[in-house]
């Protein structure tokens, strides 16, 4: 199963026209059950939901390389160009898919607007280098002009689908809490770092969905009137944003151990929460032990992870072997836990070789680091991160099989609150909520027997 950055090379014109060629070509390795009909508000993947995916991914995206990028400026790093490089090519992306929707025009002039805060953040970072707070406050106030050019821009787009007035709102969080994330690294706060990186990477899945909404209500004959506002497709975003965000830490937390930087604490410590919240949400519907055993499973792979960069840093060629044995062996158990929780829709065989291509990235965005060899490094991230968001399609898919009376729902008449501006609703809310949200979620679906973690042995002593 390699990822071939379908989602983000394939326009979403074409994407549209075939939405099951370039998933396919994107899941080798993965499961995938016989074809089963649906209604729409459980279909895991069709047109529109496929949609918000791709955006999901970009908007995300792009909130963790702006952070890294904003990193690796203010230290001096010597891969900063090439992470700067990886954050233009996301907004390629980005804007081939604004493209492939309004037109090369309408491309272009997102391109050029959305490439001028980038620019604006820049300027934040050498001002900030140079002790300019004139610099800053420049940066800052182009960065106020650039989110009332790019909330015109949208609405326009969008017939005023999205509102220029919310979208100013919504920009404005964006760029706080990069702004944030930023300052309270200069100034070692670290801890507020990575709360804020992680808050910005959640929000940007918000925008996604209000995107990829006004999209499909404008255009619904080329998504088949299907809605991306869906139970089903809320819960395919909500493993989307956890599983990816567990993929941008690790890499941030293995580099930062790499370099000895003193911030590596908070980082792996972000990583941690990001497996509490995974945690909780099996502890929520099958209690203490079950959580327990959950995290101990997916808290070993980062533990072998940290002990192969140490075992590498100190040159020690027989503790990377075993790291890596170590690693083998949580692949199998990760593998044998969600068989046996999904009923076999996840196949053991496939999610061994589906984590051994999270494992062998990983290591591979690691080992590149520390060679120095950049161009190769912001590619693998970018693959890596974008394979976390194939997991959380065949997971959310394995769910919904099992219980697709849970994922009922009536196809919504109006815009849903996504947090564009200063609304709230199933993912336009705090971060402190989210945790919350996912396991009422999660309960939901344990209540009825079917999450896809863990199935009790006195369901399989029955059957």
Same mark, same amino acid.
């Given at each position: 199963?390699?990822?071939?950055?379908?989602?983000?090379?394939?326009?979403?014109?074409?994407?549209?026209?075939?939405?099951?060629?370039?998933? @396919?070509?994107?899941?080798?390795?993965? &499961?995938?059950?016989?074809? $089963?009909?649906?209604?729409?508000? /459980?279909?895991?993947?069709?047109?529109?939901?496929?949609?918000?995916? @791709?955006?999901?991914?970009?908007?995300?995206?792009?909130?963790?390389?702006?952070?890294?990028?904003?990193?690796?400026?203010?230290?001096?790093?010597?891969?900063?160009?090439?992470?700067?490089?990886?954050?233009?090519?996301?907004?390629?992306?980005?804007?081939? %898919?604004?493209?492939?929707?309004?037109?090369?025009?309408?491309?272009?002039?997102?391109?050029?607007?959305?490439?001028?805060?980038?620019?604006?953040?820049?300027?934040?970072?050498?001002?900030?280098?140079?002790?300019?707070?004139?610099?800053?406050? !420049?940066?800052? !106030?182009?960065?106020?002009?650039?989110?009332?050019?790019?909330?015109?821009?949208?609405? /326009?787009?969008?017939?005023?689908?999205?509102? %220029?007035?919310?979208?100013?709102?919504?920009?404005?969080?964006?760029?706080?809490?990069?702004?944030?994330?930023?300052?309270?690294?200069?100034?070692?706060?670290?801890?507020?770092?990575?709360?804020?990186?992680? !808050?910005?990477?959640?929000?940007?899945?918000?925008?996604? $969905?209000?995107?990829?909404?006004?999209?499909?209500? /404008?255009?619904?004959?080329?998504?088949?009137?299907?809605?991306?506002?869906?139970?089903?497709?809320?819960?395919?975003?909500?493993?989307?944003?956890?599983?990816?965000?567990?993929? %941008?830490?690790?890499?941030?937390?293995? /580099?930062?151990?790499?370099?000895?930087? !003193?911030?590596?604490?908070?980082?792996?410590?972000?990583?941690?929460?990001?497996?509490?919240?995974?945690?909780?949400?099996?502890?929520?519907?099958?209690?203490?032990?079950?959580?327990?055993?959950?995290?101990?499973?997916?808290?070993?792979?980062?533990?072998?992870?940290?002990?192969?960069?140490?075992?590498?840093?100190?040159?020690?060629? $027989?503790?990377?072997?075993?790291?890596?044995?170590?690693?083998?062996?949580?692949?199998?158990?990760?593998?044998?836990?969600?068989?046996?929780?999904?009923?076999?829709? #996840?196949?053991?065989?496939?999610?061994?070789?589906?984590? $051994?291509?999270?494992?062998?990235? #990983?290591?591979?965005?690691?080992?590149?680091?520390?060679?120095?060899?950049?161009?190769?490094?912001?590619?693998?991230?970018?693959?890596?991160?974008?394979?976390?968001? &194939?997991?959380?399609?065949?997971?959310?898919?394995?769910?919904?099989?099992?219980?697709?009376?849970?994922?009922?729902?009536?196809?919504?008449?109006?815009?849903?609150?996504?947090?564009?501006?200063?609304?709230?609703?199933?993912?336009?809310?705090?971060?402190?909520?989210?945790?919350?949200?996912?396991?009422?979620?999660?309960?939901?679906?344990?209540?009825?027997?079917?999450?896809?973690?863990?199935?009790?042995?006195?369901?399989?002593?029955?059957?």
């Amino acid at each position: 199963m390699i990822m071939k950055k379908a989602i983000l090379t394939i326009p979403l014109s074409t994407a549209l026209l075939f939405p099951a060629a370039h998933i @396919a070509s994107a899941h080798e390795g993965h &499961m995938h059950g016989d074809a $089963k009909k649906t209604s729409s508000s /459980q279909e895991v993947s069709n047109k529109a939901t496929d949609l918000r995916a @791709a955006l999901d991914q970009l908007f995300s995206e792009h909130a963790y390389l702006a952070v890294i990028t904003m990193q690796k400026g203010i230290d001096g790093s010597k891969d900063f160009d090439q992470a700067a490089a990886a954050l233009n090519e996301n907004t390629n992306d980005l804007s081939d %898919a604004i493209a492939s929707v309004y037109g090369k025009k309408a491309g272009k002039q997102f391109k050029d607007i959305w490439s001028s805060h980038i620019g604006y953040f820049v300027d934040y970072v050498q001002a900030t280098a140079k002790n300019d707070e004139a610099g800053k406050k !420049k940066a800052m !106030k182009q960065l106020d002009q650039y989110r009332l050019k790019q909330a015109d821009m949208l609405d /326009q787009a969008t017939d005023g689908r999205l509102k %220029a007035s919310e979208l100013e709102e919504g920009l404005k969080m964006h760029v706080n809490e990069l702004l944030r994330a930023f300052d309270s690294y200069t100034e070692k706060d670290f801890d507020t770092t990575y709360e804020t990186v992680r !808050k910005s990477i959640h929000h940007m899945f918000e925008v996604g $969905k209000g995107v990829s909404w006004a999209i499909t209500d /404008q255009f619904p004959g080329k998504f088949d009137q299907k809605s991306v506002d869906t139970p089903a497709a809320d819960l395919r975003e909500d493993l989307n944003y956890l599983f990816s965000e567990h993929l %941008a830490l690790a890499v941030v937390a293995m /580099q930062k151990g790499n370099d000895g930087s !003193k911030d590596f604490d908070q980082a792996a410590a972000a990583l941690n929460e990001n497996t509490n919240d995974l945690s909780d949400a099996i502890a929520s519907v099958y209690g203490k032990d079950a959580g327990k055993q959950f995290k101990t499973i997916w808290s070993s792979h980062i533990g072998y992870l940290v002990d192969y960069v140490k075992a590498d840093a100190s040159g020690d060629e $027989k503790a990377k072997e075993k790291a890596v044995k170590d690693l083998d062996a949580y692949r199998m158990k990760q593998a044998k836990f969600l068989d046996q929780a999904t009923d076999g829709r #996840l196949k053991a065989a496939d999610l061994e070789a589906g984590l $051994k291509t999270h494992i062998d990235e #990983l290591i591979k965005t690691y080992t590149s680091y520390h060679q120095g060899e950049y161009d190769q490094l912001y590619p693998t991230v970018r693959e890596a991160y974008g394979h976390m968001f &194939m997991i959380g399609q065949d997971v959310a898919t394995a769910i919904v099989d099992q219980h697709p009376e849970l994922f009922k729902s009536k196809m919504p008449n109006e815009m849903p609150k996504t947090g564009m501006g200063g609304t709230a609703g199933p993912l336009g809310m705090s971060y402190e909520a989210f945790a919350g949200m996912i396991a009422s979620l999660i309960l939901a679906v344990g209540a009825a027997g079917a999450f896809f973690f863990i199935r009790r042995k006195t369901s399989n002593s029955k059957s």
